[in-house]
């Protein structure tokens, strides 16, 4: 019986090595910062810049929804879900071309759109070529997972 509890805690410390070990070689994430949102700039297909984050539009949850770009004296809608942050360089990058994002419907600050309903989402979503939901919250997830 010693012997049976000897072996069991010897393999429960193995694993515990072998996942220090793991955990290790994994770079630790600074939290993301608000400020380190705002003001970034927003960059599409090409590295073309196209604007600069204004403003952020947050789920009940408290989550990043919209990022809201400045272009030109309009105001863009830019769902989080379309967009890779690069947090060290301060930059969101859209998978889209040119065209496409002239073609997405602008608004000022006077009027903000209703971002909470079925219709706008769904409106955004397919400016960029995406379904509400779709896309990046699995990537996502699996970043947050992996820090």
Do not use: N
């Not at 301060?90 to 006077?110: D, G, M, N, S």
């Amino acid at each position: 019986m010693l012997k049976s509890q000897f072996v069991r805690a010897a393999c429960a410390a193995l694993v515990l090595a072998a996942v220090s070990v793991a955990l290790a070689d994994k770079p630790v994430k600074a939290p993301v910062r608000g400020k380190g949102v705002m003001g970034a700039k927003v960059t599409i297909k090409g590295g073309t810049q196209v604007g600069v984050v204004e403003d952020v539009v947050l789920t009940d949850e408290g989550v990043i929804d919209y990022l809201i770009v400045s272009r030109d004296g309009k105001l863009v809608t830019v769902p989080w879900d379309a967009a890779k942050f690069d947090h060290g360089k301060r930059v969101a990058t859209i998978e889209i071309t040119k065209e496409q994002f002239e073609k997405i419907p602008t608004y000022t600050a006077e009027k903000y759109p209703a971002f909470d309903t079925t219709e706008y989402r769904t409106a955004v979503y397919k400016a960029y070529g995406m379904k509400p939901g779709q896309a990046r919250r699995l990537e996502r997830r699996l970043e947050r997972r992996d820090r």
